[in-house]
């Protein structure tokens, strides 16, 4: 099984910096593509942004130029630096991963969140 463990949520003001991250553990043999999605309040679960085990990214259009996303293989933890925060960045943070436990066994694994409140 892999876990997903994320950290760094939390309360900041309109124009601030939040820094998240992921750690993934667990019999694995390879993480493939790792990303963050967030869910707000009524809303469905959305894209944030993703980034290959090479070190390709694809971000949301809403956070283009605001967010980084990046990751140390190493230490199989993914990274997203928010900048220039705004209210409507308010929701709950998921840490995702798509890992193999055994060669060619690929699967989606999720973390269970981390709250990013925005004040105006």
């Known amino acids: 099984q892999v876990q997903l463990v994320e950290s760094g949520g939390g309360l900041v003001q309109a124009g601030g910096s939040l820094r998240l991250s992921c750690a993934a553990s667990g019999s694995i043999f390879k993480i493939n593509a790792m990303g963050w999605y967030r869910q707000a309040p009524g809303k469905q679960r959305e894209l944030v942004a993703t980034?290959?085990?090479?070190?390709?990214?694809n971000y949301a259009d809403s956070v283009k130029g605001r967010f980084t996303i990046s990751r140390d293989n190493a230490k199989r933890t993914v990274y997203l630096q928010m900048n220039s925060l705004k209210p409507e960045d308010t929701a709950v943070y998921y840490c995702?991963?798509?890992?193999?436990?055994?060669?060619?066994?690929?699967?989606?694994?999720w973390g269970q969140g981390t709250q990013v409140t925005v004040s105006s």
């Open positions: 980034i290959t085990s090479g070190g390709s990214t």
């Open positions: 995702n991963c798509v890992a193999e436990v055994r060669l060619g066994v690929r699967s989606v694994y």
